[in-house]
């Protein structure tokens, strides 16, 4: 009998999982590296019962259906997603027979080795590349290859032939504004004269809780809501102390806890930004207190493929290390309710890394914890180009664009609260329509049209699926007031609100929302409509002439989604009896 090593080296049995044509925009080549140099690769397997696991998601999160709130437990979604005994036996086989030693964590093996071995394993050619414009070198392979005998155990292994960047959500409209003294005083005045006050020069706790009707004080006992930082950025307990004593003096003396994870760090003196990681924590406390919050700061950076709107360096946030890691602890250690305030293209994420994210998004709504993500910050789009043939088309977002997070696009004014100008939105490439947001998305698509018709997928997931206010908010970062615009800031407002309505559904002893979209589109009734502003983009592309906008319009629109919270309409949804105060 020939051995498994016989049988899986022979090149001409190989398939090639994933190639990159030539070196990707913008990178070069530095050299070849060492055989001798170390490398820490990821393989994801095929799970049994993926489908089996979307249906029982579906069910524990439609209202009205009988396992609705039945969220499973680490061990129940374990075993939906467990690979055949075969495919592990197989794949760590494969692996030994190279003298390398590897890790099983249900339906993920990892593994390090020397380049040369990955080299012989993977029929890669690793080398060190480095972007034109900075950034550290990434070690990467134009393409990859397994044994034809293992193509239907292996998802993808990772990483391998991914360059990109990734950043936080954040309008590249208004950014950052650092106030002066002066303005910083006028901010202050202003407030102690109208606290709730919301006009377009700044938004405050106040006002949130004003325009959102949130009255209601949580108990703190069981719950806890979370925000994932990346990048190295680090929320900051003397900032938080001074937000709250300036502008949040309800919550004084409230303070965050920090998880750790893959190497991630909590520098308090750090020279790097920290206005995202600060913005979270600031804004979720503002709608949420005083429920627990917790950071989890992780490290590392992860390769994707450079676009004509992310061409590097490669920087991307590590989701994999990230979501794994929460899918490990156990239930009682979950947040109910986790923000991220980070994304990209989707365009620039390989498919298959995709959703096996989106699945991972899928696992932990599974478990009852609800994912809510920025929509972004580009309208339709930046370039409007499809990488793949250069043709004119629109950029959706990832992760915003799974459909196991709830995506937050932004707002701005009052009276009437618009769509903001640079809230990103539209339709998935990867994923189709969820039959809970069918009727909504499609009187939206039925009211337009053909209209931009030949530059998105109709029949695909719409995002976002809600929205808050997102412009000039009042941040204090590094001891100074600044005023920061973007979905960043939506996504923790969204998520304090979401926060308290888990904390009064525990109050009642019924479990938390977990996903949410369901639940929401079954509920849009609850929402303040948005039916003016635009989210545009698309202005440096020669094929719209003006640029290209999305519209905001009652019901349903990839501006505002659903539309803005109302507090106490969502609180009697979701718990009835509850009182709003």
Same mark, same amino acid.
């Given at each position: 009998?020939?051995?498994?090593?016989?049988?899986?080296?022979?090149?001409?049995?190989?398939?090639?999982?994933?190639?990159?044509?030539?070196?990707?925009?913008?990178?070069?080549?530095?050299?070849?590296?060492?055989?001798?140099?170390?490398?820490?690769?990821?393989?994801?397997?095929?799970?049994?019962?993926?489908?089996? %696991?979307?249906?029982?998601?579906?069910?524990?999160?439609?209202?009205?259906?009988?396992?609705?709130?039945?969220?499973?437990? !680490?061990?129940?979604?374990?075993? /939906?997603?467990?690979?055949?005994?075969?495919?592990?036996?197989?794949?760590?086989?494969?692996?030994?027979?190279?003298?390398?030693?590897?890790?099983?964590?249900?339906?993920?093996?990892?593994?390090?080795?020397?380049?040369?071995?990955?080299?012989?394993?993977?029929? *890669?050619?690793?080398?060190?590349?480095?972007?034109?414009?900075?950034?550290?070198?990434?070690?990467?392979?134009?393409?990859?290859?397994?044994?034809?005998?293992?193509?239907?155990?292996?998802?993808?292994? +990772?990483?391998?032939?991914?360059?990109? +960047?990734?950043?936080?959500?954040?309008?590249?409209?208004?950014?950052?504004? $650092?106030?002066?003294?002066?303005?910083?005083?006028?901010?202050?005045?202003?407030?102690?004269?109208?606290?709730?006050?919301?006009? =377009?020069?700044?938004?405050? $706790?106040?006002?949130? !809780?004003? %325009?959102?009707?949130?009255?209601?004080?949580?108990?703190?006992?069981?719950?806890? @809501?979370?925000?994932?930082?990346?990048?190295?950025?680090?929320?900051?307990?003397?900032?938080?102390?001074?937000?709250?004593? +300036? /502008?949040?003096?309800?919550?004084?003396?409230?303070?965050?806890?920090?998880?750790?994870?893959?190497?991630?760090?909590?520098?308090?003196?750090?020279?790097?930004?920290?206005?995202?990681?600060?913005?979270?924590? +600031?804004? #979720?406390?503002?709608?949420?207190?005083?429920? =627990? #919050?917790?950071? /989890?700061?992780?490290?590392?950076?992860?390769?994707?493929?450079?676009?004509?709107?992310?061409?590097?360096?490669?920087?991307?946030?590590?989701?994999?290390?990230?979501?794994?890691?929460?899918?490990?602890?156990?239930?009682?250690?979950?947040?109910?309710?986790?923000?991220?305030?980070?994304?990209?293209?989707?365009?620039?994420? =390989?498919?298959?890394? *995709?959703?096996?994210?989106?699945?991972?998004?899928?696992?932990?709504?599974?478990?009852?914890?609800?994912?809510?993500?920025?929509?972004?910050?580009?309208?339709?789009?930046?370039?409007?180009?499809?990488?793949?043939?250069?043709?004119?088309?629109?950029?959706?977002?990832? $992760?915003?664009?799974?459909?196991?997070?709830?995506?937050?696009?932004?707002?701005?004014?009052?009276?009437?609260?618009?769509?903001?100008?640079?809230?990103?939105?539209?339709?998935?490439?990867?994923?189709?329509?969820?039959?809970?947001?069918?009727?909504?998305?499609?009187?939206?698509?039925?009211?337009?049209?053909?209209?931009?018709?030949?530059?998105?997928?109709?029949?695909?997931?719409?995002?976002?699926?809600?929205?808050?206010?997102?412009?000039?908010?009042?941040? @204090?970062?590094?001891?100074?007031?600044?005023?920061?615009?973007?979905?960043?800031?939506?996504?923790?407002?969204?998520?304090?609100?979401?926060?308290?309505?888990?904390?009064?559904?525990?109050?009642?002893?019924? =479990?938390?929302?977990?996903?949410?979209?369901?639940?929401?589109?079954?509920?849009?009734?609850?929402?303040?409509?948005?039916?003016?502003?635009?989210?545009?983009?698309?202005?440096?592309?020669?094929?719209?002439?003006?640029?290209?906008?999305?519209?905001?319009? *009652?019901?349903?629109?990839?501006?505002?989604?659903?539309?803005?919270?109302?507090?106490?309409? %969502?609180?009697?949804?979701?718990?009835?009896?509850?009182?709003?105060?």
């Amino acid at each position: 009998m020939r051995s498994l090593f016989v049988l899986f080296a022979s090149a001409a049995t190989a398939k090639v999982m994933d190639s990159v044509a030539a070196v990707p925009k913008g990178w070069a080549e530095v050299r070849q590296a060492s055989p001798e140099e170390p490398v820490a690769l990821r393989v994801g397997l095929k799970q049994q019962h993926a489908a089996a %696991l979307e249906r029982a998601v579906l069910e524990i999160s439609t209202p009205g259906h009988p396992n609705y709130g039945m969220h499973l437990s !680490r061990n129940e979604v374990r075993a /939906y997603t467990a690979p055949k005994e075969s495919a592990v036996t197989s794949v760590t086989g494969w692996l030994a027979n190279s003298g390398v030693k590897s890790t099983v964590n249900n339906d993920w093996i990892t593994f390090k080795t020397d380049v040369k071995t990955a080299n012989d394993l993977l029929g *890669a050619n690793f080398a060190w590349y480095q972007y034109e414009k900075g950034g550290s070198p990434k070690l990467r392979t134009l393409s990859y290859s397994v044994p034809d005998e293992l193509v239907e155990n292996i998802d993808l292994i +990772q990483p391998t032939t991914r360059f990109g +960047q990734l950043g936080a959500k954040r309008s590249t409209i208004f950014e950052i504004l $650092p106030l002066e003294p002066e303005e910083e005083d006028d901010v202050k005045a202003a407030m102690a004269v109208d606290a709730a006050d919301c006009n =377009p020069s700044r938004v405050t $706790p106040a006002c949130i !809780r004003s %325009l959102y009707n949130i009255k209601y004080t949580a108990p703190t006992e069981g719950n806890l @809501v979370a925000f994932s930082s990346y990048l190295e950025e680090y929320a900051r307990y003397s900032d938080l102390q001074s937000f709250e004593t +300036q /502008y949040l003096p309800a919550a004084k003396g409230q303070n965050f806890s920090v998880e750790l994870v893959n190497g991630g760090k909590n520098e308090q003196n750090s020279n790097d930004d920290s206005g995202e990681a600060n913005l979270d924590v +600031q804004y #979720i406390l503002a709608a949420s207190y005083p429920v =627990p #919050i917790l950071e /989890y700061s992780t490290g590392g950076r992860g390769p994707l493929e450079p676009t004509h709107d992310q061409p590097g360096p490669s920087s991307n946030e590590p989701y994999l290390e990230f979501l794994t890691y929460l899918l490990d602890q156990e239930d009682s250690a979950l947040p109910q309710t986790l923000s991220t305030s980070y994304g990209e293209e989707e365009q620039s994420v =390989p498919a298959e890394y *995709a959703l096996r994210v989106c699945n991972l998004f899928m696992q932990l709504g599974a478990r009852g914890v609800s994912v809510l993500f920025s929509s972004g910050d580009s309208g339709p789009g930046d370039s409007c180009i499809r990488e793949s043939d250069q043709a004119p088309y629109f950029q959706p977002s990832f $992760p915003a664009g799974c459909p196991y997070v709830t995506s937050v696009g932004a707002t701005y004014n009052v009276e009437p609260e618009q769509g903001v100008s640079f809230s990103s939105g539209g339709f998935s490439s990867l994923h189709a329509q969820p039959a809970w947001q069918a009727d909504a998305v499609n009187a939206y698509l039925d009211s337009i049209g053909s209209t931009y018709s030949a530059y998105f997928n109709s029949s695909n997931r719409g995002f976002p699926d809600v929205a808050a206010q997102g412009s000039r908010f009042v941040v @204090v970062d590094k001891g100074r007031t600044a005023l920061l615009s973007g979905t960043s800031a939506s996504s923790p407002v969204f998520a304090g609100v979401v926060a308290l309505l888990n904390a009064a559904r525990k109050s009642q002893g019924q =479990p938390p929302l977990g996903f949410l979209n369901p639940w929401l589109y079954n509920n849009s009734a609850a929402l303040i409509d948005i039916t003016s502003g635009y989210g545009s983009g698309c202005s440096g592309n020669s094929a719209f002439r003006n640029g290209a906008r999305w519209n905001a319009t *009652a019901g349903w629109d990839p501006v505002t989604g659903l539309g803005t919270p109302d507090f106490g309409k %969502l609180l009697a949804a979701a718990a009835p009896g509850v009182e709003n105060a």
